[in-house]
C-alpha cells in the first residue's frame, strides 16, 4: 500500500492532535509531512519527536528557538519553517498529498486556499475558509481539480448523507432530490440556563461544553450558537443550498451529528459518538472507511434521543449569521471578524457574555452603510475583513468598563 503524505496545519489544536492519534494508528498509510502550530511550540516539538515530519511552520524567529530548545539533541530535527508565507507554500508543498486545514479562525484562510489552489485533498476544519471567502474557495476547489471534505462533524455527517457521498466536493447545485439539510446543535452549556444570569457568565463557563472537547474560541462559539451559524454559512457553500432549506435543531445528546431530508419525506441522519476522530478518519481514508480509535454506538445505554427548537431570544448570534448569509459575502466577512474580536475580548473578561452579539450585531449595521464591491481575491477578503476588524475593536474597551454604552451608542 502506498503511503500518503499528510500537512497538518494547526497540529496542536484538539482537531491536530486528533488528526495524529488516526494518522499514527494507520503507519502503512500515512505519514506526516508537515506540522504546524502557533504558540504551543512544546506540544509541537513532542509531536514531532513522535511523527518525524519533514518540517514544522512557526510563527516567527522566536517561536522558532523555542521549538529547538523543546525538540533537544540526539534526534534528526525537521526543516523549521517561519512566517505565514511558509504556511502557504507548505500547504501547497509538492510532497504533500493531503491537508488537514485545522487552523482556527480567519488566519488559516491563506493556506487552506493555497491548498486547494494546488489540488490537494483539502479536509477543511476551518471555518472561516467558506464563512469569509466562500465563493472564493469553492472556484478555487473547481478550478484546479482539488478533493474537498468538510471535517466538521456536522457538514461531514451530511456528505455522508448526501446521494453523492461517493463524490469530494465542489457543488454547482443541490444534490437531486434532497429538500433541505438539518444541522444538530447541542445548545452549549447555557441551553438550559436562566435568561437573565446570562448576563454574568465567565469565560470559564462559557468554555465548559457538556459533550465536546473543544479549545476556548469554539467552546464560546458553541456557547453562543454562533458556530452554528458559521456552519450554516459553511454548509450554504458546500452544499449549494440556500439558506431558507438550512434548518438547525437542538439535539443535546450530540449523537445525530446532522441530517439530510428528501423531497420523499425520507430523513437520513448520521449517527456516533461525539468524537472527532470519527469525521477525520472518514476524509483521510475516502472513499474507504478506516478504523478511528472510536467506540461504538450503544442505543440501548443511551436510551433516547431528544430534539428542540432553537430558542432565538437565548441565541441571538444564530439570526445575525443568517442575516449575514442572506445579505452577501462582505456581510459574513464582518461577522465573522466581529466575533473572533468580540469572543477574545470576552475570554480576556473585557466584555461581557451577552455583548458578544451586541459588537457583531453592530458591526453588521456598520459594514451595510460601506460602499459596496466585490469580493474577487484573497486581498479583497483580507482587507474587509481587517476594515471590520477594527470597527468592532473599537467597541470593546482594554479595561472591561462602559463595555455597555460603548457598544449601545456605536
Request: include cysteine; proline fraction near 12%; charge should be negative.
Given at each position: 500500500m502506498t503511503q500518503k503524505n499528510i500537512t497538518i496545519l494547526g497540529s496542536t489544536g484538539s482537531v491536530g492532535q486528533s488528526t495524529i492519534d488516526v494518522v499514527l494508528r494507520h503507519p502503512d498509510r500515512f505519514r506526516v509531512h508537515a506540522l504546524s502550530g502557533h504558540r504551543r511550540m512544546e506540544k509541537l516539538a513532542e509531536q514531532a519527536l513522535q511523527t518525524q515530519p519533514d518540517c514544522?511552520?512557526?510563527?516567527?524567529?522566536s517561536a522558532a528557538e523555542a521549538f529547538k530548545q523543546f525538540f533537544g539533541p540526539g534526534q534528526p530535527r525537521?526543516?523549521?519553517r517561519v512566517g505565514k508565507q511558509a504556511l502557504a507554500q507548505t500547504a501547497a508543498d509538492r510532497e504533500t498529498d493531503m491537508v488537514m486545514a485545522a487552523i482556527v479562525g480567519i488566519a488559516g484562510l491563506p493556506?487552506?486556499?493555497a491548498a486547494a489552489c494546488a489540488g490537494k485533498r483539502v479536509m477543511l476544519a476551518n471555518k472561516e475558509a467558506l464563512v469569509?471567502?466562500?465563493?472564493?474557495?469553492?472556484?478555487?476547489?473547481?478550478t484546479h481539480h482539488a478533493e474537498l471534505l468538510p471535517i466538521d462533524s456536522e457538514h461531514n455527517a451530511i456528505f455522508q448523507c448526501l446521494p453523492t457521498a461517493g463524490q469530494s466536493l465542489a457543488c454547482?447545485?443541490?444534490?437531486g432530490g434532497v429538500d433541505r439539510l438539518i444541522l444538530t446543535a447541542s445548545g452549549g452549556p447555557f441551553r438550559t440556563y436562566p435568561l437573565d444570569g446570562l448576563a454574568h457568565v465567565t469565560p470559564e463557563q462559557a468554555c465548559a461544553h457538556p459533550n465536546w472537547d473543544m479549545g476556548q474560541k469554539i467552546s464560546v462559539d458553541s456557547a453562543t450558537m454562533l458556530n452554528k451559524g458559521l456552519e450554516v454559512i459553511e454548509a450554504h457553500w458546500l452544499f449549494a443550498m440556500p439558506a431558507d432549506r438550512i434548518d438547525v435543531v437542538i439535539h443535546p445528546q450530540s449523537v445525530i451529528h446532522s441530517m439530510v431530508q428528501y423531497h420523499d419525506g425520507s430523513v437520513l441522519a448520521q449517527m456516533g459518538n461525539p468524537d472527532m476522530r470519527?469525521?477525520?478518519?472518514?476524509?483521510?481514508?475516502?472513499?474507504?472507511r478506516i478504523e478511528a480509535g472510536v467506540a461504538g454506538l450503544d442505543l440501548v445505554a443511551l436510551g433516547r434521543l431528544e430534539f428542540d427548537a432553537?430558542?432565538?431570544?437565548?441565541?441571538?448570534?444564530l439570526t445575525l449569521a443568517y442575516e449575514a448569509l442572506r445579505q452577501g459575502q462582505s456581510s459574513c466577512i464582518a461577522l465573522n471578524a466581529a466575533n473572533e474580536v468580540a469572543v477574545a475580548a470576552f475570554l480576556e473578561r473585557r466584555l461581557p457574555y451577552l455583548s458578544i452579539s451586541q459588537v457583531i450585531e453592530k458591526?453588521?449595521?456598520?459594514?451595510a452603510g460601506q460602499p459596496q464591491s466585490s469580493v474577487s481575491s484573497l486581498e479583497d477578503v483580507m482587507y474587509r475583513d481587517q476594515q471590520a476588524r477594527t470597527f468592532a475593536q473599537a467597541l470593546c474597551p482594554t479595561d472591561g468598563s462602559s463595555v455597555s454604552q460603548r457598544v449601545l451608542n456605536a
Open positions: 514544522v511552520v512557526v510563527p516567527d524567529d525537521p526543516e523549521i493556506s487552506a486556499l469569509a471567502a466562500g465563493s472564493l474557495f469553492m472556484d478555487a476547489v473547481k454547482l447545485e443541490p444534490a470519527t469525521p477525520i478518519a472518514y476524509a483521510l481514508g475516502f472513499p474507504n432553537v430558542q432565538v431570544d437565548r441565541y441571538p448570534c458591526t453588521l449595521q456598520w459594514e
